[in-house]
């Protein structure tokens, strides 16, 4: 049994690795001001930093789930999210509408990541 | 490491497995002028689809996320979702209500599997 | 191949073990006229039998899914977290607005657990 916890709070862990899989929270973006593409831009180099981290990279993301505001906003996320991925080795995926944790946050993602 | 990837888009694969743990993507019917029951089934047929795909089966299903258009129909899909499910062997599941990628989608289901 | 499924119904099992990693289903409250601070003490305690009954603890939860009816009692939901959970081992978090199975159904959580 070997579980690394990565940038925690007090509630949370902003990455949890167990074994040869990491858990991601929901990665929100830092500037909210930001439309939904910004704000996916921030949150995929969020996850780049995070998976440079655990010694991870793209091509071993799992799964994602994305959560929009509005989901008129699928085709804004996707652009950014198209512009990222390893298209040789994309992630499985649900996207779903929902209200986030401020007025402001217009997309979160929560990764599942594979270790080397 | 070893992951496999089934029905590659460019911005995502219907299914990710990994070691001994299959990700699915959110799936969704292909004729969404069905309502929620003969939309459930559809999601279903192509679940198992998918589990032949990899080699594994409705026993060996770990867990579920179901998410539906409008909460009330909870019961519609329990019954083509009952129908459907190994009695012996049920996954661990949650349902939510969520506003889903187009207007007609009325449940979307994500499943983690095991293989043999 | 190991799975073990605790707390089965017609339709879900409350737990699904699969070689070292547990998954749950969403938790909500017994007693659901309690308010979101009463229904996630519930949720949690809920928990802690589970954990108990598959030989594991609060310090290798994994990952936990939220959902909220209101998004606004964040902070309340958050005041039964902090007091629950390890705060040496938090785990990775995702927290959505989201209409649950129930009207009166304020808090939801689903957890993935490691097994020691």
Request: hydrophobic residues 45%.
């Amino acid at each position: 049994m070997n579980i690394t916890r990565v940038a925690k709070t007090e509630r949370l862990s902003r990455v949890v690795v167990h074994e040869k899989v990491a858990y991601f929270s929901g990665l929100t973006a830092d500037d909210k001001s930001q439309d939904t593409i910004g704000q996916t831009e921030q949150i995929l180099a969020k996850a780049d930093a995070f998976l440079e981290k655990i010694g991870s990279n793209r091509a071993l993301i799992l799964s994602a789930t994305i959560w929009l505001r509005d989901i008129e906003d699928f085709d804004a996320m996707n652009s950014a999210w198209t512009a990222w991925i390893d298209k040789d080795e994309p992630p499985a995926r649900a996207t779903v509408q929902a209200v986030l944790g401020l007025p402001d946050i217009r997309v979160e993602i929560q990764f599942t990541v594979a270790l080397p």
